[in-house]
């Protein structure tokens, strides 16, 4: 999957809606550090138990591309991510970072620029002791079940988790709306309405003779693209 040019994550919400594809969203908490930076690629989930050195092999692991998903409970008493790891996770050719927690190092972070989404900043670390074992390689935000072989789709709009059953089918679809609504971006502001592209006089005329025909199957019968 091409992470050269990602997806607006209205564009495949709205293909999930016609295709009839569970796809899940990650909790509107979340925010991004750097503003219209979308990123998306394969999910490299690890749950954090306060030490970099899962982080570390999780990011050693990761294809390029991938986006580096950490959970660490949602926490709000420590960051769990900062300069280092996200310049390393940058120099491994990951995409982007979802942090279920808070990161560090804010004005760093803008620098490096690697996309990020979290809850917060935070001055202080962890401080616990961390457990000793294997690295954890999954994640959950809030409820959220992050795992190898998702894909990550994150813009300003939020994040989203996409499984692997039907993504190629559900992205296919995401960008031809995209490119449908593009066209009719294009269009309106060349002085054509919505309306007369959609042709929502004829709409109403079927719809009154029709109660039940919807705004939503009007619109996939005959093309269009805006979801309602």
Request: contains cysteine; charged residues 20%; negative net charge.
């Amino acid at each position: 999957m091409d992470t050269i040019a990602p997806l607006p994550t209205a564009a495949v919400a709205d293909a999930a809606v016609r295709l009839g594809i569970p796809v899940a969203t990650a909790p509107v908490a979340l925010a991004p550090l750097l503003p219209s930076r979308a990123f998306q690629g394969p999910a490299a989930p690890v749950t954090h138990l306060g030490s970099v050195d899962v982080l570390l092999e999780t990011i050693d692991d990761a294809p390029p591309g991938a986006v580096l998903v950490v959970d660490n409970g949602g926490r709000r008493d420590e960051a769990c991510v900062g300069d280092l790891m996200l310049l390393e996770a940058r120099l491994a050719g990951m995409s982007g970072a979802v942090i279920w927690g808070l990161h560090r190092d804010t004005a760093q972070l803008r620098e490096i620029g690697l996309p990020l989404f979290s809850l917060g900043a935070h001055p202080y670390g962890p401080r616990r002791v961390p457990p000793a074992g294997a690295a954890m390689r999954s994640a959950t935000l809030d409820g959220v079940a992050v795992a190898p072989g998702d894909w990550i789709v994150a813009d300003d709009d939020g994040v989203l988790v996409v499984g692997a059953d039907r993504r190629d089918e559900l992205f296919a679809e995401a960008r031809r709306i995209q490119s449908v609504e593009g066209a009719q971006s294009e269009r309106m502001r060349a002085g054509t309405s919505l309306r007369e592209q959609l042709d929502f006089s004829r709409y109403r005329e079927l719809q009154a003779a029709d109660p039940t025909l919807t705004l939503r199957r009007y619109l996939t019968e005959t093309g269009g693209a805006i979801e309602t």
